[in-house]
């Protein structure tokens, strides 16, 4: 196999990253057509997403790596828009709170679920709300001038639905972990 195909996946995920001054100098102008080229580029960003994934299983090149760096690269994406998005109002800051806190408190239990050698599958729930994240955010992005159409105000309660969803996604990583330990216990 081709080292390009092995690194591909890598290389999609850090796109991620990479995005992310894109996206917030765009956003700082807080102007009609920057916001829709922020939102347009936020949107092609979570798309690679399910293509890091996706390229990983078809070469055969998922990695312990790409396991963490593809969490973490969501979160700088949806993390860093999700701030820039505060000082114009569009979003509540206690959705953002809850947001990295749960973030925050997930990644910590992933470290120790990691020096614990136990493995906790994503669930739906979480899925649901990273979804709903990547459709939310964008629509937060666009003023609602654009198009006629009240896409700021669309987006900001389904952020509010995923920020739920985030809160029981949290609870139910914890309770996975606490399952998965106790049943290491002999």
Known sequence: MPEW???????ITMS???????????????????NIASA????????????DGYFARKFNATST?????????DKILVTSTL?????????DPLM??????????????????AADQIIIDAKPVGKWKTALQMVAIPAVMIDQRAFQIPFEHIGYWVLWISTILSVTSGAQY???YLKAKKALKP
């Open 174 to 176: 914890y309770f996975g």
């Open 83 to 91: 701030v820039m998005l505060i000082p114009s109002e569009r979003i």
């Open 40 to 51: 347009l580029l936020f949107i092609l960003s979570s798309i690679t997403d399910y293509y």
């Open 65 to 73: 790596m790409g396991k963490f760096m593809d969490p973490i690269a």
């Open 96 to 113: 953002v709170i809850i947001i990295l806190s749960r973030d925050i408190f997930i990644g910590g239990i992933r470290s120790i679920a």
């Open 5 to 11: 195909k092995k690194k591909l996946p890598m290389w």
């Open 16 to 34: 991620r990253i990479f995005t992310v001054p894109v996206i917030v100098a765009l956003l700082y102008p807080n102007q009609l057509w920057t």
